[in-house]
């Protein structure tokens, strides 16, 4: 293939990637929507699993395309899935702090859940940055939560390898935020510096090397679409997370405080289930493995696939392995 | 030489080399950041590539050991004015058109605020250009250990014959030293300091840039961020005591089971 042929098929690549498995709306708070997925299989009848996804990036990762989707892996298996959509924050959202995302937002999902369904308690499923969330939650509403899963979640921010931490460590993130939002671009800039020769350069060459295959190229677009959809950060929700959990590592130090109480994750005694990703450069696998000691769980399970951050949610062995594993583990719980 | 491997690699290059002058066009036009940059990369390492693999084949150990460090030493540059993603985005704008000079002089007389506040993003403005030098004389670091693990990699590699897949991982194994060597970098802490320094100095400039913004805003009798900040705050109060006041009526729902009843099995 010529660049030429290459620039063509670059343009005639058709991407869209808004999620590929049907869903409804089911409940809305301000910008954020909660979603019910609709059934493809026969459901297992069991408790309703509530995913909550990052502030960082779009939910949408999680339901790329039919052959790379965690949702559709789960929907398979027969569970009953629900995903929040936290939506894209602007300068009216400047002051939502962790409480709000955690006590309203969060609660409210869960709620509506539990009223809909005349349920006590649901499965939440936390991925990555949404994983603090959904612990906090849980250490709040413990009744509220069945069983707890954490995917690619950091919870010991201070382990030797988690580089963005210790860029952050002297940043003033007061000043940077300075009572405004947190540029999504910004933030993007960021995380590619972390690996900056693959994620800059590499990839593109092997892109430009690869086949002209048009399913190729139009998935590599579709992922990079989710890269760089990035929503401003929400600047005191922004400034809360990374002072409290990047600089000062409040999870370990048992000291976070959401809404005026206490997180106190030895308070934990749920069954919970820890994915891990062992090539992770975003949560290194030690950020995650923590949990175990800081929680008062007697059923806690780690799971570490050999896959990197965003391989845990769109690689192939991970649509082969996370899902079966994640219903497995709910199955007798 | 193996011409099979000259074959595939040239095969390889055409993928990035535009396949005629008016595609050259097209890609051109598309400055530093489109695929024409990728293009252009692409087209000077195989240059590169094909010059270093000239050097080595049948070369004696110390021919071969000088081809590798003329091919890491090229590669070495084509990145020696990269700039970091950092730079561009997290103190976006940051430093650029800063203040005039108002010297070292105390700040005086009834401009005396507004001198201060220059001066201060003057200093700012400084801070940022030397953060900036400390970051680049650090990537060159990193780059000058990458350039040196490559050619080490490169010469027993090429010195025991080359393999077809061989060419197409030179580009992969520079990548995987230059990641190598700007990891041990960026987690050290003259790295951290001064990309916290950067970022530092970057809010102060924006921070005193938005102030002079606001005063002159006032003068206007335009609105300010400030006075959006403060409704914001009184808006967000409001709707938490008229949540807090809603949630005190609504009944808790009745939560019944903690499973879903099973269905009746189809008669």
């Given at each position: 293939m010529t660049g030429a042929s290459f620039h063509a098929a670059l343009a005639a690549a058709s991407v869209g990637a808004a999620g590929c498995s049907q869903k409804d709306a089911v409940w809305e708070s301000g910008k954020l929507r909660l979603y019910r997925y609709r059934p493809i299989?026969?459901?297992?009848?069991g408790v309703p699993l509530l995913i909550v996804y990052a502030?960082?990036?779009?939910?949408?990762m999680l339901d790329l395309q039919q052959d790379r989707s965690l949702i559709r892996g789960l929907l398979a298996q027969g569970v009953d899935v629900y995903l929040i959509d936290w939506g894209y924050p602007d300068g009216?959202?400047?002051?939502?702090?962790l409480a709000d995302y955690i006590d309203d937002y969060l609660a409210g999902c869960v709620n509506q859940i539990l009223k809909a369904r005349r349920l006590s308690a649901l499965n939440l499923l936390g991925v990555c940055q949404g994983g603090v969330l959904s612990l906090c939650f849980s250490a709040l509403?413990?009744?509220?939560?069945?069983n707890l899963i954490t995917m690619?979640?950091?919870?010991?921010?201070?382990?030797?390898?988690?580089l963005l931490s210790k860029w952050v460590s002297k940043i003033d993130i007061a000043a940077w935020v300075n009572n405004g939002n947190v540029s999504g671009d910004a933030l993007n800039q960021l995380f590619l510096s972390l690996m900056p020769f693959r994620l800059t350069q590499q990839k593109y060459m092997h892109l430009l090397a690869a086949s002209p295959d048009r399913a190729h190229i139009e998935n590599f677009l579709r992922v990079e679409q989710w890269i760089f959809d990035s929503p401003d950060q929400a600047g005191a929700a922004f400034r809360e997370f990374v002072t409290w959990f990047?600089?000062?590592n409040r999870l370990v130090q048992n000291c976070v405080v959401i809404g005026g109480r206490k997180i106190d994750l030895?308070?934990?005694?749920l069954p919970m289930l820890n994915l891990i990703g062992k090539r992770d450069h975003l949560v290194p696998p030690d950020a995650s493995l923590a949990l175990q000691r800081l929680?008062?769980?007697?059923d806690y399970t780690a799971l570490e696939f050999d896959l990197g951050h965003i391989g845990m949610y769109i690689s192939a062995r991970a649509q082969r392995e996370v899902p079966a594993a994640i219903a497995k583990w709910l199955a007798p719980r | 030489m193996d011409h099979d491997l000259w074959r595939q690699w040239q095969e390889l290059a055409s993928l990035w080399a535009p396949a005629n002058p008016d595609s050259q066009a097209r890609f051109g036009?598309?400055?530093?950041?489109?695929l024409g940059s990728f293009m252009d990369a692409a087209e000077r390492f195989t240059a590169a590539a094909r010059s270093f693999l000239d050097g080595a084949a049948n070369a004696s150990a110390p021919a071969a050991g000088e081809a590798a460090r003329a091919f890491s030493d090229f590669l070495r540059e084509q990145f020696a004015d990269f700039r970091l993603p950092w730079s561009s985005g997290?103190?976006?704008?940051?430093?650029?058109?800063?203040?005039p000079s108002m010297g070292d002089s105390p700040a005086f007389g009834a401009t005396r605020e507004h001198q201060q506040r220059w001066q201060r993003m003057a200093e700012a403005s400084r801070r940022i250009d030397d953060a900036q030098r400390r970051l680049q004389r650090l990537w060159s670091d990193a780059l000058r250990e990458a350039a040196a693990t490559f050619a080490a990699r490169l010469v027993p590699q090429h010195s025991s014959g080359v393999s077809a897949e061989a060419l197409r991982k030179l580009y992969d194994t520079w990548i995987d030293c230059a990641e190598e060597a700007y990891a041990r970098v960026a987690h050290g802490e003259a790295f951290c300091n001064a990309l916290a320094e950067y970022v530092n100095a970057s809010s102060q400039w924006r921070r005193e840039l938005q102030a002079s913004i606001e005063h002159l805003a006032k003068l206007l009798d335009l609105p300010t961020r400030s006075e959006i900040n403060t409704l914001t705050q009184r808006l967000k109060s409001v709707e938490e005591l008229l949540r807090a006041a809603q949630n005190k009526r609504k009944p808790q729902v009745a939560a019944s089971r903690t499973r879903p009843a099973r269905r009746k099995a189809k008669q």
């Amino acid at each position: 293939m010529t660049g030429a042929s290459f620039h063509a098929a670059l343009a005639a690549a058709s991407v869209g990637a808004a999620g590929c498995s049907q869903k409804d709306a089911v409940w809305e708070s301000g910008k954020l929507r909660l979603y019910r997925y609709r059934p493809i299989a026969r459901p297992t009848g069991g408790v309703p699993l509530l995913i909550v996804y990052a502030l960082v990036n779009r939910p949408y990762m999680l339901d790329l395309q039919q052959d790379r989707s965690l949702i559709r892996g789960l929907l398979a298996q027969g569970v009953d899935v629900y995903l929040i959509d936290w939506g894209y924050p602007d300068g009216a959202d400047r002051l939502t702090t962790l409480a709000d995302y955690i006590d309203d937002y969060l609660a409210g999902c869960v709620n509506q859940i539990l009223k809909a369904r005349r349920l006590s308690a649901l499965n939440l499923l936390g991925v990555c940055q949404g994983g603090v969330l959904s612990l906090c939650f849980s250490a709040l509403h413990p009744r509220s939560v069945r069983n707890l899963i954490t995917m690619v979640t950091p919870v010991d921010f201070h382990t030797p390898a988690d580089l963005l931490s210790k860029w952050v460590s002297k940043i003033d993130i007061a000043a940077w935020v300075n009572n405004g939002n947190v540029s999504g671009d910004a933030l993007n800039q960021l995380f590619l510096s972390l690996m900056p020769f693959r994620l800059t350069q590499q990839k593109y060459m092997h892109l430009l090397a690869a086949s002209p295959d048009r399913a190729h190229i139009e998935n590599f677009l579709r992922v990079e679409q989710w890269i760089f959809d990035s929503p401003d950060q929400a600047g005191a929700a922004f400034r809360e997370f990374v002072t409290w959990f990047y600089q000062e590592n409040r999870l370990v130090q048992n000291c976070v405080v959401i809404g005026g109480r206490k997180i106190d994750l030895r308070a934990l005694r749920l069954p919970m289930l820890n994915l891990i990703g062992k090539r992770d450069h975003l949560v290194p696998p030690d950020a995650s493995l923590a949990l175990q000691r800081l929680v008062g769980s007697a059923d806690y399970t780690a799971l570490e696939f050999d896959l990197g951050h965003i391989g845990m949610y769109i690689s192939a062995r991970a649509q082969r392995e996370v899902p079966a594993a994640i219903a497995k583990w709910l199955a007798p719980r | 030489m193996d011409h099979d491997l000259w074959r595939q690699w040239q095969e390889l290059a055409s993928l990035w080399a535009p396949a005629n002058p008016d595609s050259q066009a097209r890609f051109g036009h598309e400055g530093a950041f489109g695929l024409g940059s990728f293009m252009d990369a692409a087209e000077r390492f195989t240059a590169a590539a094909r010059s270093f693999l000239d050097g080595a084949a049948n070369a004696s150990a110390p021919a071969a050991g000088e081809a590798a460090r003329a091919f890491s030493d090229f590669l070495r540059e084509q990145f020696a004015d990269f700039r970091l993603p950092w730079s561009s985005g997290i103190g976006a704008g940051a430093g650029h058109g800063a203040p005039p000079s108002m010297g070292d002089s105390p700040a005086f007389g009834a401009t005396r605020e507004h001198q201060q506040r220059w001066q201060r993003m003057a200093e700012a403005s400084r801070r940022i250009d030397d953060a900036q030098r400390r970051l680049q004389r650090l990537w060159s670091d990193a780059l000058r250990e990458a350039a040196a693990t490559f050619a080490a990699r490169l010469v027993p590699q090429h010195s025991s014959g080359v393999s077809a897949e061989a060419l197409r991982k030179l580009y992969d194994t520079w990548i995987d030293c230059a990641e190598e060597a700007y990891a041990r970098v960026a987690h050290g802490e003259a790295f951290c300091n001064a990309l916290a320094e950067y970022v530092n100095a970057s809010s102060q400039w924006r921070r005193e840039l938005q102030a002079s913004i606001e005063h002159l805003a006032k003068l206007l009798d335009l609105p300010t961020r400030s006075e959006i900040n403060t409704l914001t705050q009184r808006l967000k109060s409001v709707e938490e005591l008229l949540r807090a006041a809603q949630n005190k009526r609504k009944p808790q729902v009745a939560a019944s089971r903690t499973r879903p009843a099973r269905r009746k099995a189809k008669q």
